[in-house]
């Protein structure tokens, strides 16, 4: 009876291990999936990856699977937020409020808990709670980086950068630059620009839609050597004599053996500042939704801003990023004069219906020209 007795506490003891080390086996090694739609840049280098992986494995002892899928518009964000598509997006700062999405208003996306983005603070101060991404003292969406739809232009061709949008039109250059197909926004941009407009009538349709600048505009597109595709890769621009760019392609190209430098039409330069969203559904999912905020955090810091500029070509947003970055780097970016961005760049407006449709409408046509 004893030896019966001492066989069943050793069996009852080894089934309580077995279920106590599987329980702590599952705790230890918990698996979660983070979907992210974002531009391709953002995550297109096996670094940040890579490290996040490793920082949500030491913090949350999380087994972590990026589901990663790529945008090419920021149309896609809406519908991937409505149906719960995706947990985090990046995007324009001319979209969180923008009338066709209402990312805040219809409540798809999450007011952000800043407590647990502790780098919130190195975010250059012109940028914090900025209104574009601000709700009844709610911050909605954190800045990560940057830069211009700009006039890029290969050193191997121009000695001197081009100083004006106008060399687009140039019959020399017919069918050795390249511009972002869907870009439709920006083309129509540097086109008025080129063309005399001012900032604040360079998307107003009423005044845009003319047989004069429908022809300019048709001409861009038709004489173009190639358009490229959500953001433009080394591949797209190697050999051509400039583009307009997003920028992300330069340091690809410098790799290839062709230095493209950025230059500084004297009409001005449309530009971009892009921030990461959380959607609202991970409210429902509290570790995801921590793990979601520590990807915010990460962006801010050194390591990835030093990415954004070095990887993408992309301009930083914190202030702590000049101690990473060399001098020349330094003052390319003019990090030593904050307020140098907001001199040089025209942020892209948000548009009201009327306009954007019209501004669709033109540059179709201007499509049309390439058939």
Not at 65 to 74: A, E, G, H, R
């Amino acid at each position: 009876m004893n030896i019966l007795r001492k066989r069943l506490f050793h069996s009852i003891c080894i089934f309580f291990g077995l279920l106590c080390i599987a329980l702590f086996s599952k705790t230890l090694f918990a698996e979660e999936t983070l979907r992210m739609l974002v531009w391709e840049p953002y995550l297109a280098g096996k670094l940040p990856q890579e490290s996040f992986i490793k920082l949500v494995k030491e913090k949350f002892n999380v087994k972590l699977k990026l589901d990663i899928k790529y945008v090419t518009s920021d149309d896609d964000f809406h519908p991937a937020l409505r149906d719960d598509k995706t947990d985090v997006i990046v995007l324009s700062h001319c979209s969180p409020k923008d009338k066709r999405y209402q990312l805040i208003k219809l409540n798809l996306t999450l007011p952000l808990d800043l407590k647990n983005i502790p780098n919130y603070p190195h975010v250059l101060p012109s940028l914090q709670s900025a209104d574009y991404c601000s709700e009844n003292g709610n911050v909605y969406c954190v800045p990560v980086a940057r830069g211009p739809y700009g006039l890029v232009y290969n050193t191997n061709i121009f000695k001197q950068a081009p100083d004006s949008w106008n060399i687009f039109w140039d019959p020399k250059y017919k069918g050795k630059y390249s511009l972002g197909r869907d870009q439709y926004e920006q083309n129509v941009y540097f086109t008025a620009l080129a063309m005399g407009y001012s900032s604040k009538d360079m998307y107003n349709y009423k005044k845009l839609n003319t047989p004069e600048f429908q022809k300019k505009l048709g001409q861009l597109a038709k004489n173009a050597h190639s358009l490229w595709v959500g953001t433009d890769q080394a591949e797209d621009l190697k050999g051509l004599a400039f583009a307009a760019s997003w920028g992300v392609s330069l340091p690809g190209l410098k790799k290839s053996g062709e230095i493209w430098k950025l230059g500084h039409p004297k009409e001005g330069t449309t530009a971009w500042l892009d921030n990461f969203m959380l959607s609202a559904l991970l409210e429902k999912r509290p570790l995801l939704k921590r793990i979601a905020e520590a990807w915010i955090n990460y962006t801010l810091t050194n390591e990835y801003q030093e990415y954004i500029v070095r990887f993408m070509g992309a301009e930083p947003i914190t202030t702590t990023i000049k101690n990473t970055l060399t001098k020349d780097e330094i003052k390319t970016l003019g990090l030593d004069n904050p307020s140098l961005f907001n001199k040089k760049y025209i942020l892209f407006p948000t548009l009201e219906k009327t306009d954007r449709k019209g501004l669709k409408r033109l540059w179709k046509k201007a499509m049309s020209e390439r058939k």
